[in-house]
């Protein structure tokens, strides 16, 4: 019998209450493996919609569907034993009416097993977030640069500079009266991002944000460096996954022409005795 202490895993209610606390740290998961490496060490996982961009090379967010949420969710949740799991509401799933945004938020939390939905916009989207936290829903929003308006902005482009700061302040404070337990603020001025913290009882959640959110969140494969050409200010790269790769493959392609690979450690001998014990298969 184990006596180890069964594992909590945090609910929104527990990172609601983190308010002013220490940081929550987030990060996105889109596969299994590494949703069981960010899972040790992260509050919130997303299953971002950057998904689309990331790992299936879309031009953007807007082509990303529910079937791929879906997917990726699923595989994300099998990685998982303590985060927050949060899943993207894909653009085209939720903006028509607040009932259009019950079926799919459900339908996201039935198939994928996640705890909250995220979706992105202030005031014009109060009335869905009311909506579906008035029925078990939680929801994580999402206000300043919001990718899925990308072409409404005219690119990805730092939001509410000047006199744009309080219309960004107003969608914080609209999406948390509306109920959502959390809020991603993407890419504003770091002085707006404390203004909005301080301003909103619900965790802020930073990306391009400012030091002082209550949290801060990336896109993993940012952070490990994937894509040796894309390299964004507000992303600080903590490994170089991508250099790294880029040198197994092309040592890889050497060893084969050189017929260095596969080595007699690699390959099977006609008895088992020939080879070393424990290599064969
Ligand atoms: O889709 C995503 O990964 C996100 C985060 C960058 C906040 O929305």
Do not use: W
């Not at 960010?38 to 689309?52: A, T, Y």
């Not at 090379?57 to 949420?69: I, Y």
């Not at 030091?211 to 040796?228: E, P, R, S, Y």
């Not at 790269?237 to 880029?246: D, I, V």
């Amino acid at each position: 019998m184990s006596h180890s202490k069964p594992v909590k895993v945090l609910t929104p209610p527990d990172i609601r209450a983190r308010k002013g606390k220490t940081p929550l740290v987030c990060l996105t998961a889109y596969t299994t493996p590494i949703a069981k490496l960010v899972d040790e060490h992260c509050d919130i996982v997303l299953v971002g919609d950057s998904v689309g961009m990331v790992m299936h090379g879309l031009a953007s967010t807007l082509e990303v569907t529910m079937d791929m949420m879906v997917m990726h969710g699923k595989a994300v949740r099998r990685g998982l034993s303590k985060a927050l799991m949060v899943v993207d509401m894909p653009f085209g799933s939720y903006e028509e009416s607040p009932e259009q945004a019950f079926r799919n938020a459900a339908a996201l939390m039935r198939e994928t097993g996640c705890a909250a939905v995220k979706l992105e916009g202030g005031g014009a989207i109060a009335e869905t977030i009311r909506y579906l936290t008035a029925r078990a829903i939680p929801v994580m929003g999402h206000v300043g640069l919001t990718p899925q308006s990308v072409n409404t902005f005219g690119g990805y482009k730092v939001q509410g500079r000047g006199a744009d700061a309080d219309a960004v302040l107003a969608d914080a404070r609209a999406v948390a009266e509306a109920g959502a337990f959390s809020v991603v603020i993407e890419k504003v001025p770091d002085i707006l991002a404390r203004r909005i913290t301080g301003a909103v009882d619900i965790p802020t959640i930073g990306i391009g944000a400012s030091a002082q959110c209550d949290g801060q969140i990336l896109v993993v494969d940012d952070m490990l460096g994937v894509f040796t050409d894309f390299h964004p200010k507000f992303v600080k790269r903590y490994a170089e996954l991508g250099k790294m790769a880029e040198e197994a493959i092309a040592a890889y392609a050497e060893d084969v022409r050189s017929r260095r690979f596969p080595g007699p450690e690699h390959v099977f001998g006609d008895s088992p005795k020939a080879l070393p014990s424990g290599t064969e298969g």
